[in-house]
């Protein structure tokens, strides 16, 4: 077999292949036994049909026919491997010349990923913000803590603002009462917004026992999008009571005797998030910087899919979860679907940008992934996805996707190189230590186990 390569552009080239006929000798053997088992002639035994007899009855071509498609992936992947491409997706293969018992000839168009050159980026410098808890920010923090603890009462008087109030539901549309439209014994914070837009202003002022009728656009469900008239019925009012602050609620809320002590674990909880979100900021701007040192062509095909790949994940996934279409969606964000489809195409652009930098930085840095870090990576993956490791880690085994979560994980330490070799400054033009990175995310992760266990003091 002789091959040669044509390069298109960046990201395109075409393989020309030449296979001299002796080299299809398997494939033709392959070709005649399949067919063997696939038909009947009448005085010979299934699957011992002589060749001649198959061409006679059926047709050389149909042999030479099924004997290059079984070819063809093999002679390809040997001229892919022998020009040391890394290609992307499926070929475009035409064949120009078949002639039995002489050659075989064809052609392979097909995307590649492109040669990128990475510059020193160790003088990249970025700014964010800076850590900073103040006091007010402490103050509110002990406040979300003391309204997981409040009490309600019921109360004989009419419901205003802040009040908890059980309501019975019925919404219509154009008349009809909603299948699931009807709904009793809700608990509802006047004021919170987490009901239907109209709630508030119909419920305040009823006493137990009173009913008032709004119009809103229904969020969810069979009718979401539509105008529905709502009735709500108020069947009882409790007024919320939230606890004193001092050392008893200390004592009530936390591992804390003290509310002072309260106090300054919550500060220190604070400094902790802001220093993650701090280290997550200087990532993503590092990698913005690195992106505009770096040519990076982008095969059209492949931005194409994945430009198609995200607004179907949209679409048929996020959206259909809330009962939303695009048209509705697009109303919601205020955007036109030539403003949608231009921003769709910029992130796609950059996704795969990112991801042909980072791998050519885990080539460069010969960065490898042990079984630790993988092991790591996917409990925070099943973490973030709702399932328990061993479901996750089965999914992605049966869905052979280990090597994608490999490649998550290198790219991710390629950019903590890249990051490590920056100068951060916080906006106080202080110079930002990234070092102790990973305590700090365990120091979240812990804090919000401990916010875990607050909300398991507030149900008992």
């Known amino acids: 077999m002789k091959s040669a390569v044509e390069t298109l552009n960046p990201t395109r080239v075409r393989l020309t292949v030449e296979v001299p006929f002796e080299e299809l000798k398997d494939s033709l053997d392959a070709a005649y036994k399949k ?18 007899v198959i061409d006679q009855r059926f047709g050389r071509g149909a042999v030479l026919e099924e004997a290059v498609n079984d070819a063809l992936p093999k002679f390809y992947t040997e001229a892919v491997n022998e020009a040391e491409l890394n290609v992307l997706g499926q070929p475009e293969v035409d064949i120009t010349e078949l002639k039995d018992n002489e050659t075989l000839n064809f052609t392979a168009e097909v995307d590649i990923r492109p040669a990128i050159e990475i510059p020193d980026y160790s003088g990249i410098e970025v700014e964010v ?39 019975d539901l019925e919404a219509k549309v154009e008349g009809e009462v909603l299948e699931d439209g009807v709904a009793s014994g809700v608990s509802y914070t006047i004021g919170s917004g987490e009901l239907l837009e109209g709630i508030d202003d119909a419920v305040k002022g009823l006493e137990a026992g009173g009913e008032a009728t709004f119009t809103s656009e229904l969020k969810g469900g069979s009718a979401a999008g539509k105008e529905s008239e709502v009735t709500v019925k108020v069947t009882q009012v409790a007024a919320r009571e939230l606890p004193a602050l001092d050392d008893d609620f200390a004592q009530l809320a936390s591992e804390f005797d003290t509310l002072d002590e309260v106090k300054a674990d919550s500060r220190k909880r604070l400094e ?10 200087a990532q993503e701007r590092v990698l913005e910087k690195l992106l505009e040192l770096v040519e990076v062509p982008v095969p ?50 950059k ?63 390629a950019l903590a190189v890249v990051v490590e070799a920056a100068t951060v400054k916080d906006t106080n033009g202080e110079v930002v230590d990234l070092d102790d990175e990973d305590e700090t995310a365990e120091t979240v992760e812990a804090t919000e186990s401990a916010d875990a266990a607050a909300e398991e003091k507030t149900e008992a």
């Open 351 to 413: 996704g795969i940008k990112t991801q042909f930098v980072l791998d050519e930085l885990v080539n460069k840095e010969k960065l490898n992934v042990n079984q630790e870090e993988l092991t790591e990576h996917l409990m925070r993956r099943a973490q973030s996805s709702g399932m328990s490791p061993d479901q996750f880690a089965q999914a992605v085994v049966e869905g052979g996707q280990v090597p994608m979560l490999v490649g998550e994980v290198a790219r991710g330490k």
């Open 35 to 52: 067919i063997n088992q696939q038909v009947t002639v009448k005085g010979f035994r299934k699957g011992k049909i002589p060749a001649r």
């Open 272 to 281: 902790n998030m802001k220093q993650y979100d701090q280290a997550t900021q």
């Open 129 to 167: 913000d800076a850590v900073e808890v103040s006091d007010e920010d402490v103050e509110k923090a002990v406040e979300e803590l003391r309204e997981r603890f409040a009490s309600t009462s019921p109360v004989e008087r009419a419901a205003e603002d802040g009040d908890v109030v059980t309501i």
């Open 300 to 349: 059209e095909k492949l931005l194409a899919d994945e430009i198609e790949t995200r607004k179907h994940n949209l679409v048929n996934h996020q959206l259909g979860q809330m009962g939303l279409d695009l048209a509705k969606y697009l109303e919601i964000q205020g955007k036109t679907e030539e403003e949608f489809d231009a921003e769709t195409k910029e992130q796609a652009e």
